[in-house]
C-alpha cells in the first residue's frame, strides 16, 4: 500500500514523458489516484497506528525505510488533495499542444508535476535523516523546472537563484547529515532520538541542518530567492510551491526537532527561531502591503506567513514533557501550516485566474472583477479570511491554538507577535479585496475563463475555511505517533 | 437533531441563507429579490416568535458542536438573548422594507442584500452565542459583513471610511481575541450563566482577571463606541441610511453593548466583578463616553455626524447601567438596549428620508422642512425627544432606572451626569426641531411626486419604530414590554445561585 | 592527526572555499562550479568518515550516500548549466542581474 504513495506519480511522471501527448490525462487520473491511496492509508494509520515499510525487504542500517505517523498522513492528505485540484486547474490553464513534434510548456508541466508530487510524498515517508536529503533534492529539482516554465528573463533568473540557495541548504544539510552519522553512525529518525547527545560536533550538525532547511523553507531572513521564484511561475506551479514545497522542508525540521532531538535542544535556539519568525512575519507582511502585483502580494505573504510556522518552536523547545502546552503549540503550528497550505493554493490559482481574464495581475486591475468573476472575488476572500485568522476557518483554529500555547508557556513576547502579524495580513487581505468594490474602469473588456478555473481556486478557499469546522479529527490525527495529550485540555488552573 | 437543538440554528439560517441566495441573483430580478428578503425576514421573526413562546413554557434550546478540542460551538436561547434577538429580528424585518424602498434603482443591489442579510445573520449569531467563543465568531463575523456595506458607494470616501473602520474593529476584534483565549487558557471554555462562572477562581489569579476584563472590555469598546475607541463611528456615517441605521440600532454599535452585557453578567458575574473593583472604572469611562459624545453632537451641522456622536453617547448608558452595581440600574441598562435600539433607528430612517427626497444632509439647510414633510418630521420629533427623555416615550424610562439605580450603587454622581447629558441631549435635538417645524423655509422644496411626501417604502418604517418608541414608554408597566422583560432579566441576574 | 582527519579538514576548507564562491563570484559558470566544490567537500567528508573508528573495513554506509549525492549533484549542475543557457539565450548576460534592469537586450 504504502509504496503506490510513491511509485504512483513517478511512475506517472515517466509515463507523462514518454506520451506528451496524454499528458493531461495521466497527469488528472495520477494525483487523484495516489491522493486516493492517501485517503485509505490514513484510514489504517487512524485505525493502527504508526506503520512502518521495508522497502525492498533490507533492514536498518542499509535498507531503505518508510515511516509514516499521523504527521505523515496528514501531510500525504495534503499534497494528494491540493494536488489532484491543481491538475484539475491545470488541464484548463495549460494550452494543449497546437502542433505535432512541438514541446509546449503543457508537456514540460506534466512530468515535472508529478516527479514533484511523487518527491514530496517520498519525503514525508522517509524514516531517515539520508532518505530525506535525496527526496528533498528530487522535489527541489522538479521545482526548479517548474519554476522556469514561463521561460521568461525573469522566470529564468529567479529559478537559477532559487537553485543555487536549494543547492547551498542542501549542502550544509549533508554536512550536517555526515556529522550526525560519524558520531553515532545512525540515520533513522527514531533510532538516533535514543542515542542523541549534546556535545559538539551534534549541536553543529544540528544546526547545520536547521540552517540548510531553512534556506529551503525560506525563513527569514534567507526569504530572498521565494518572492522572484513564486511570482513569476505559472499560476498552478506558484500555488504549488508556496503551498506545498515549503512545506517539505518545515516538515523534515519538525520531524529533527520534535522528534530525533526533543528535549535536547537549548531554549535559546527555540526562542532564535522564534524572533526570525517574527522578523519574517513583519517584514514579509510589510512587503506585501506594498507590493503593486497581485502575485508578488501573495508571494510576500507567504515569506510573513511562514513566519507563523517557526512561533512553535519557542515553545515547544521550552517544554521537557510533551504536555498540554506543548500539543497546543503543535497543533497549532501545524494547523496553520495546513491552512496556509489551502489558503496560499487558491489564491495564487485565483491570480492566475485574474490573469487570464485582464492579461495582467496587477493589483488595480481587479477593479470591478466581482461582477465578471464572483467566484474568484468570493475565493480571494475566503482565502484571505483565512489568512488573517478570523473566524470560522482554519486560520482561526491555528491562531487559537497558538495564542493558548503562547499564554500557557508563560512566554506573552509573543503575543504581540501573533496579533500584529495578524493586523498587517489584514491590511494587505484588505488592500487587495477594496478594489473588488471599485466600478470597473472602461474600456477595459474581461476575458472569459474556464468556469473549472475559478471553480477550483474556490474549493480549495472553502477547504481552508471548513477544516475550521472538522479541526477535532485532524488534530487527533496529526498526534498519532508524537506521543502529544491526545485530547489537549488543561485542568484548568484557575479553577 | 432535536428540533430544541435545531431552533437557533435555523434562526441564524434563515438569514444567512438569505443572503448567499441573494448573492447570486441577477442584478435585475428586482422582484424576486425582495420577495426573498421579506420572506427570510419574515420566517425569522416566526422562528423568533417560536422560542418566545417555548420559552415562556420552559423548553430549553441549545445546539451544541464541538469544534476544536476543549472548544465548542454554542448557541443557545436564555433570556437576554431571547431580548437581543427579538430586537434584532424586528428592527431588522422594518429595515429590510426601508432598504428596499432606498435602494431603488441603485446599483450593486444583490451585493448589497446579500451582505445585509449576512450582517443581520452574524448579529442573531451574537444574541444566540452561548459562550465567549461562539461569541466572537460571530462578532468578527459582523466585522466582515459591515464592512463592504460601509464602503457600498465605491467612492473614495467611503473607502477611506471602510479602511478606519475596519482598522478599529480588527485591532479591536484582536484585543478581544487575546482576552477570550487568555481567559479559555486560565478556566478552559465556560458557558454563558446569569450568576457568571468565574467567582469560584482563587484569588491567585484575580490579577490575571483584571487584566483579562480590561482586554475584553477594551475589544468590545471599539464596536461599543467608548472613547477613545469611537473614532470609526462618525466616519462610518458614509454608508447609506439603511445601512447606518442598522448599525446604530442593531448591529455593531450593539454587539459590542451587549457584549459587555455578557462579560459583565454571564462571564464574570455581576457580584464578583463588583468585588473585583473593575465596575466604577467602568462606570467612569462611561460617564466620560455620555457626555464627550453629546458634547461633540453639537457642534455637528451633517444631521447624520450629529446622530452618530449622538449614539456614541447614547449607547454609552448601557455600558453605564452594567457597570452599576444593583438591580436598577441593571433594568435601565437592559431595557435601554431596546429603547435606544428602537429610538435610534427611527431618527436615521428619518434623516435617510430626508436626503434621499430632498436631497438634505446639513440641519442649517432644514428650515421649515416639517412643513414638507410632516410625517418624517413627526417620527423624528418623537424618538428626539424619547432620547432626550421626555416622558412619556421610551428613554424617559430608561434614564429614571438608571438615576436610580446610580442612587442604589452609591453613586449619585450618576444622577448629575445624566442629568446634564440630557440637557445636552436637548441642546443638539431642540434646535433641528425647531428649525424644522418653526423657522420659515430658506428655500422652496420640490414638489411632491405623489400623495405621499415621499415613498411609501420610506415613510411606513420611522412611522412603525416611532410607534413602538412611544408604545415602549406608555405601556412599560404592562406584561411584555421591554421593561417587564429586562426587570424579570434582571432578577435571574442577582437572584440565581452560582 | 590521521590521515582522516586531515580529509576532514581538507573537505570542510573544500566546502567553506565553494560557499563563498557561489556567494562572490558574480559569473554564472562559476557559480556552478563553486557549487561543484562546495558538493566535493560534502562528499569527501562522507568518504573521511567511514574509516572513523579504526574497524578493519571501510563503513559501506557513507560510500552508498556519496554515491547517491554525486548523482543529485550532477543533476542539479546539468538544470544549472541549462538554465544558464538559456538566460545567456534571452537576456545576453552570464550573471544573476535584475533582468528588470536590462530590458534593452529584449
Known amino acids: ?165 536549494a543547492l547551498i541548504g542542501s549542502m550544509a544539510y549533508l554536512m550536517g547529515v555526515a556529522l550526525l552519522y560519524a558520531s553515532y553512525g545512525l540515520l533513522d529518525f527514531q533510532a538516533l532520538q535514543q542515542v542523541v547527545q549534546t556535545d559538539a560536533p551534534t549541536v553543529l550538525a544540528l544546526s547545520l541542518m536547521t540552517v540548510g532547511l531553512l534556506l529551503k523553507t525560506a ?36 520531524r529533527l526537532w520534535f522528534e530525533t532531538f526533543y528535549g535536547q535542544i537549548h531554549f535559546s535556539a527555540g526562542q532564535l527561531l522564534g524572533a526570525l519568525g517574527t522578523a519574517a512575519i513583519l517584514w514579509g507582511s510589510f512587503q506585501a502591503v506594498r507590493q503593486k502585483r497581485l502575485k508578488l502580494l501573495i508571494a510576500y505573504s507567504t515569506v510573513g506567513q511562514i513566519g507563523y510556522l517557526f512561533l512553535l518552536f519557542p515553545i515547544i523547545t521550552a517544554t521537557t514533557s510533551r504536555d498540554v502546552v506543548a500539543a497546543w503549540a503543535w497543533s497549532g503550528g501545524l494547523f496553520q501550516a495546513i491552512s496556509h497550505a489551502l489558503a496560499k493554493t487558491s489564491m ?136 502529544f495529550p491526545e485530547v489537549p485540555v488543561l485542568e484548568n488552573p484557575g479553577l | 437533531m432535536t428540533w430544541e437543538s435545531a431552533m437557533p440554528t435555523l434562526i441564524v439560517g434563515t438569514s444567512l441563507l438569505t443572503g448567499l441566495l441573494i448573492f447570486f441573483l441577477e442584478e435585475k430580478r428586482q422582484r424576486l429579490r425582495s420577495t426573498l428578503n421579506l420572506l427570510g425576514a419574515g420566517l425569522k421573526l416566526v422562528f423568533v416568535g417560536i422560542i418566545i413562546v417555548g420559552t415562556l413554557q420552559g423548553r430549553e434550546y441549545e445546539f451544541r458542536f464541538p469544534l476544536v478540542l476543549g472548544f465548542d460551538f454554542l448557541l443557545r436561547v436564555d433570556m437576554l438573548s431571547l ?32 451582505f445585509f442579510s449576512i450582517c443581520v445573520a452574524a448579529s442573531t449569531g451574537i444574541a444566540l452565542a452561548g459562550n465567549l467563543i461562539t461569541f466572537f465568531i460571530f462578532y468578527e463575523f459582523l466585522t466582515l459583513s459591515t464592512y463592504p456595506l460601509v464602503v457600498h458607494r465605491g467612492t473614495e470616501e467611503s473607502l477611506r471610511a471602510g479602511r478606519t473602520y475596519l482598522w478599529y474593529t480588527i485591532t479591536g476584534g484582536t484585543v478581544l481575541f487575546v482576552g477570550v483565549a487568555w481567559l479559555n487558557v486560565l478556566v478552559g471554555d465556560v458557558d454563558f450563566s446569569h450568576a457568571g462562572s468565574l467567582a469560584s477562581v482563587a484569588p491567585y489569579y484575580h490579577t490575571e482577571l483584571i487584566a483579562i476584563f480590561v482586554l475584553l472590555i477594551a475589544g468590545l469598546g471599539v464596536k461599543a463606541a467608548l472613547v477613545p475607541l469611537h473614532g470609526w463611528l462618525p466616519v462610518a456615517m458614509v454608508a447609506p441610511a439603511p445601512v447606518s441605521a442598522l448599525l446604530h440600532a442593531v448591529a455593531v454599535v450593539k454587539a459590542g453593548a451587549f457584549g459587555i452585557v455578557r462579560v459583565v453578567y454571564d462571564v464574570f458575574g455581576v457580584s464578583f466583578a463588583n468585588s473585583l473593583g473593575v465596575l466604577t472604572p467602568l462606570a467612569i469611562l462611561a460617564s466620560i463616553t455620555i457626555i464627550y459624545g453629546s458634547l461633540r453632537a453639537m457642534t455637528q451641522d451633517d444631521l447624520k455626524k450629529r446622530l452618530a456622536y449622538s449614539t456614541i453617547s447614547q449607547v454609552s448608558y448601557i455600558t453605564l447601567g452594567v457597570a452599576l452595581f444593583g438591580i436598577t440600574g441593571t433594568i435601565g441598562s437592559l431595557v435601554h438596549l431596546v429603547h435606544q435600539g428602537i429610538m435610534k433607528i427611527t431618527l436615521f430612517f428619518c434623516a435617510g428620508n430626508v436626503a434621499e427626497t430632498l436631497g438634505l444632509h446639513r440641519i442649517s439647510e432644514m428650515n421649515g422642512i ?117 426587570r424579570q432579566i434582571a432578577e435571574l441576574l442577582y437572584y440565581s445561585s452560582p | 592527526m590521521s590521515q582522516y582527519q586531515l580529509y576532514a579538514v581538507g573537505a570542510v576548507l573544500l566546502f567553506c572555499i565553494g560557499l563563498q564562491g557561489i556567494i562572490v563570484c558574480r559569473h554564472l559558470l562559476k557559480k556552478v562550479m563553486a557549487a561543484n566544490i562546495m558538493g566535493g567537500g560534502a562528499f569527501l567528508f562522507l568518504i573521511s568518515i567511514a574509516r572513523r573508528n579504526t574497524i578493519e573495513t571501510a563503513d559501506p554506509v557513507p560510500h552508498a550516500m556519496v554515491l547517491t549525492g554525486i548523482v543529485i549533484a550532477l543533476s542539479a549542475s546539468v538544470l544549472a548549466l541549462a538554465l544558464t543557457r538559456q538566460i545567456h539565450k534571452t537576456t545576453g548576460h552570464t550573471t544573476l542581474e535584475d533582468p528588470t534592469n536590462n530590458r534593452v537586450e529584449k
Do not use: C
Not at chain 1, 535498507?63 to 494528494?80: H, K, P, Q, R
Not at chain 1, 530572498?224 to 518545515?250: D, I, Q, R, Y
Open chain 1, 1 to 165: 500500500m504504502i509504496i503506490w504513495l510513491v511509485l504512483l506519480p513517478f511512475a506517472g511522471g515517466v509515463l507523462a514523458f514518454a506520451l506528451a501527448r496524454w499528458g493531461r490525462v495521466i497527469g488528472l487520473l495520477t494525483t487523484a489516484g495516489t491522493f486516493a491511496v492517501g485517503l485509505i492509508f490514513s484510514a489504517q494509520i487512524w485505525q493502527n497506528g504508526p506503520q512502518r515499510y521495508l522497502v525492498g525487504g533490507w533492514s536498518v542500517p542499509l535498507g531503505i525505510n518508510f515511516f509514516a505517523d499521523g504527521l505523515s498522513a496528514v501531510m500525504l492528505l495534503i499534497t494528494g488533495g491540493i494536488g489532484t485540484i491543481i491538475s484539475l486547474y491545470s488541464i484548463s490553464y495549460f494550452a494543449p499542444t497546437a502542433r505535432k513534434g512541438e514541446w509546449s510548456e503543457n508537456d514540460t508541466f506534466w512530468p515535472l508535476w508529478l516527479f514533484l508530487v511523487g518527491g514530496l510524498n517520498a519525503l514525508f515517508l522517509s524514516a531517515d535523516v539520508f532518505n530525506v536529503y535525496v527526496t528533498l533534492e528530487v522535489v527541489t529539482l522538479a521545482a526548479i523546472g517548474l519554476a522556469a516554465l514561463a521561460g521568461n528573463a525573469a522566470a529564468l533568473t529567479a529559478s537559477l537563484r532559487y537553485l543555487f540557495a
Open chain 1, 219 to 254: 525563513l527569514f531572513p534567507l526569504h530572498f530567492w521565494l518572492p522572484p521564484a513564486h511570482s513569476t511561475a505559472p499560476a498552478p506551479v506558484s500555488a504549488a510551491l508556496s503551498g506545498l514545497v515549503v512545506k517539505g522542508s518545515f516538515y523534515i525540521t519538525l
Open chain 2, 83 to 114: 431580548l437581543f434577538v427579538t430586537l434584532s429580528g424586528v428592527l431588522w424585518f422594518v429595515t429590510t422594507i426601508y432598504a428596499i424602498g432606498y435602494l431603488e434603482g441603485s446599483e450593486h443591489r444583490s451585493r448589497f442584500f446579500g
Open chain 2, 370 to 486: 416639517g412643513r414638507r414633510m410632516p410625517v418624517t418630521m413627526g417620527a423624528f420629533t418623537v424618538a428626539a425627544l424619547g432620547m432626550i427623555g421626555l416622558p412619556p416615550i421610551a428613554g424617559f424610562i430608561s434614564k429614571w432606572y438608571l438615576a436610580l439605580g446610580g442612587l442604589e450603587a452609591g453613586k449619585p454622581w450618576v444622577v448629575v451626569v445624566l442629568l446634564v447629558s440630557s440637557l445636552l441631549n436637548a441642546a443638539y435635538f431642540l434646535p433641528i426641531l425647531h428649525a424644522a417645524w418653526f423657522k420659515k423655509p430658506s428655500q422652496s422644496w420640490s414638489p411632491r411626486t405623489g400623495k405621499l411626501e415621499t415613498s411609501a417604502m420610506l415613510l411606513v418604517p420611522p412611522v412603525i419604530t416611532a410607534g413602538f418608541s412611544l408604545a415602549a414608554g406608555l405601556f412599560a408597566a404592562s406584561n411584555g414590554s421591554p421593561l417587564a422583560l429586562a
Open chain 1, 348 to 483: 495564487f490559482l485565483s491570480a492566475g485566474v485574474l490573469l487570464k481574464a485582464v492579461g495582467t495581475d496587477e493589483i488595480k486591475s481587479m477593479r470591478g472583477i466581482a461582477g465578471h468573476l464572483p467566484l474568484t472575488t468570493f475565493a480571494l476572500a475566503l482565502a484571505g479570511i483565512s489568512l488573517i485568522g478570523l473566524p470560522p476557518s482554519g486560520g482561526f483554529v491555528a491562531k487559537w491554538l497558538m495564542m493558548k500555547a503562547i499564554i500557557g508557556s508563560g512566554q506573552w513576547w509573543w503575543i504581540p507577535v501573533v496579533t500584529l502579524g495578524g493586523l498587517l495580513t489584514a491590511g494587505y487581505v484588505f488592500l487587495m479585496l477594496r478594489y473588488t468594490f471599485l466600478p470597473q474602469e472602461a474600456n477595459h473588456p474581461f476575458k472569459p475563463v474556464s468556469p473549472v478555473m475559478q471553480g477550483t481556486a474556490f474549493a480549495l478557499a472553502v477547504g481552508a475555511v471548513v477544516i475550521g469546522f472538522r479541526a477535532k479529527e485532524l488534530i487527533t490525527l496529526l498526534n498519532i505517533g508524537m506521543g
